[in-house]
Each structure stands twice: as structure tokens, then as C-alpha cells.
């Protein structure tokens, strides 16, 4: 059985696929770092991008590939400004909006005209004709909610979540047919899926109330489009989510990626037997403080609480760290070779 094969079945389920698969979100940045490749240089050289890619691959061999990583990469074209430094995902540093009242001068743009977009189609068109009829090769993007977030500022989305409920429902509005103009770059190049991460709708910063009125909706639009192209999807929510779980169960993901902020075990109960589970070392323990061991014992844990059924991936609950060892990321996916069904 393929990498791609065992994901895909993980995520379909019609029975279990050979064993747990191993794929931790959000690898790029990590992988680009790890093999000798900074952020700015990935962007004007995407095949050394790819090569790098291709190397941590080979060295940890994950059973789906992130092979489009740089998920706010037509931010400035809608009129932020980013920070690209040497290692690690680029930052929105000036926001495209300084109030409300600004939401309907926002225009629709071609995200294509971006550098760093043109970047991403060529690293993830090599990416899929050298890997992908191996290993199930997804592209990242942001959810609606947070690239709303990124247009305003998260401060003040949150204040108009209460104060400016109209013209917040507008600029998620917006941000929403961004995402879904956007993504279909990706799914017209031949991803097999798309991670779809909405960091801003956690728990830790906004009501299971308002992750109902404005997150969900604008999720279950973008995931209504890949339906309609055959495609999975695989939702993403930081931090605390165990209140939101009936709501992530309801946006139709294919999949949910889920913080170690949570327990495996509380999401499998509420959510598990209609939702493949991707979960959930801790992504700090694993590059900080985790020795190989620490990591072994970590990822059986989780698989002893997910695995049932066959619908969980063995993954970290967030962004895989820069610098992390190596070492611990084959013990984990060392966890996924023994835990056959």
C-alpha cells in the first residue's frame, strides 16, 4: 500500500487502511529550514524549495506531504504588508484595513499576480510530478475567518464581532470568495486535498457562540467547493476546540487536525465515528523538550486513544517547529509503523 493510498483510506474510510499513517500539518517551513533552504531564497528558487522538500522526505518519509506552504502568499496584493524573515512562515505586519467602514472598498483580485504564488505553483507542480503518485500531496490555505483577521487585525475583528456584526458578516464574506478563487489555482494543478487552518476561530479567542455565527458558515462554503470538486479537506483550528467539536463535525471537513490542547480521547468520543481525527503530539515537547523516548511514548498514547475504526492520522497538534530533532520525528513515525490493523 502507497503513502497517498493509506491516507486516503484513513480519510474515506470503507475499512482500515494497513497501519496508522503518520502526517503531521504543516511541515514545509520545517523541512525548508532543516535542509539548508531560508524563506526568502524558497521564493526566488522554488526548485532548491523542492529539493528540500524532496530531502526531508526521504529522510522522514510522512505519509501526506504539505507541497504548498506559503498560505498567505497574495496577502499584500489585497494591501497588507509582510515580513519575510530567514526561517519560518511570513508575518502580515500592516494590515490591509484600519476600521470597518473600509470593508467595501476591498476588491477581488488575481491572486496568481503574486510573486510569491507563482513561487508556490511552481514548487507544488515539481512536488507533485516527482512525489505524488506515492504520497498524498496537499496544499495549506487559510479559512475565511482568519484571512479576515489578517485584512483588519484580530483585535479588531474580535471587537466587531460584537460591535459591527453587519460589516463583520461582509468582510468574512469577502475574505471567503478570496479562499475560494484562491484555491482553485491548486485544485485545477492536481493537489489531492487541501489543509484548510483557521488559527483565529480557536477557542482562545472566541466563543463557541460566535465560532457558530461567523467562523463555521464561511468553513462549510469552502468546504461545499471542494466537495463539489471531489477533493478532501482537512480542518484546522488551533487551541481549545473541545467545545466547537459538534460545530467542526457539522462544517462537512473530510478531516480535523486538532491542538494537543485537547485530548484524543475527548475528540474521538464527540466526534470520531464521522470525522478522520489528525492528532495531536505536542509540537514544542517534540523539537524542546522531547527526547526520541519521550516522543515513542507520547505517539502511542495518542494512537491507543485515535486509532480505533481506522479513521485517525498521527500527527502534532500544530505547526511542525523549526529545529525540531530528526531523531523525534522518526520515533514518531516509527509509532505509526508498529500500530497496524
Known amino acids: 500500500m502507497t503513502a497517498r493510498e493509506r491516507f486516503t483510506k484513513a480519510l474515506r474510510l470503507a475499512d482500515p487502511p494497513d497501519r496508522v499513517p503518520v502526517a503531521p500539518p504543516f511541515q514545509g517551513y520545517w523541512a525548508l529550514d532543516a535542509f539548508g533552504v531560508s524563506t526568502p531564497e524558497s521564493l526566488t528558487h522554488p526548485k532548491k524549495a523542492v529539493a528540500a522538500i524532496v530531502k526531508a522526505q526521504t529522510a522522514c518519509p510522512f505519509d501526506a506531504l504539505e507541497i504548498v506552504w506559503d498560505w498567505f502568499a497574495f496577502v499584500d496584493l489585497l494591501g497588507c504588508a509582510s515580513q519575510i524573515t530567514a526561517a519560518g512562515s511570513p508575518s502580515v505586519v500592516e494590515h490591509a484595513l484600519h476600521s470597518f467602514a473600509e470593508v467595501a472598498d476591498l476588491a477581488l483580485v488575481d491572486t496568481s499576480a503574486s510573486s510569491r504564488v507563482q513561487a508556490s505553483l511552481v514548487a507544488a507542480e515539481a512536488l507533485l510530478e516527482e512525489l505524488g503518485d506515492e504520497v498524498f500531496c496537499y496544499a495549506s490555505l487559510p479559512l475565511p475567518f482568519t484571512l479576515a483577521g489578517h485584512l483588519l487585525g484580530v483585535a479588531d475583528l474580535m471587537t466587531g464581532l460584537i460591535e459591527h456584526a453587519d460589516e463583520a458578516h461582509r468582510l468574512i464574506e469577502f475574505s471567503t470568495e478570496v479562499v475560494v478563487r484562491h484555491l482553485r489555482l491548486y485544485a485545477d494543478l492536481g493537489v489531492h486535498g487541501f489543509v484548510l487552518s483557521d488559527p483565529t476561530a480557536s477557542g482562545d479567542l472566541i466563543s463557541p457562540r460566535h465560532y457558530q ?22 480542518l484546522h483550528v488551533c487551541g481549545k476546540t473541545a467545545k466547537i467539536l459538534p460545530l467542526v463535525a457539522d462544517t462537512g471537513a473530510t478531516a480535523f487536525s486538532f491542538d494537543a490542547s485537547v485530548d484524543t480521547a475527548v475528540v474521538k468520543q464527540a466526534i470520531g465515528a464521522s ?16 527526547s526520541a523516548d519521550a516522543v515513542t511514548e507520547a505517539a502511542r498514547s495518542c494512537v491507543a486513544k485515535g486509532w480505533e475504526g481506522g479513521r485517525f492520522v498521527l500527527g502534532s497538534g500544530c505547526d511542525l517547529s523549526l529545529h525540531t530533532p530528526l531523531e523525534n520525528i522518526r520515533a514518531m513515525i516509527e509509532v505509526g509503523h508498529e500500530a497496524r490493523y
Not at 458558515?217 to 479537506?233: A, F, N
Open 213 to 234: 455565527k461567523y467562523a463555521a458558515p464561511s468553513t462549510r462554503s469552502v468546504i461545499e467547493v471542494l466537495e463539489k470538486l471531489g477533493m478532501p479537506s482537512i
Open 275 to 290: 470525522v478522520c481525527l489528525l492528532g495531536n503530539l505536542d509540537p514544542v515537547g517534540l523539537r524542546l523538550d522531547g
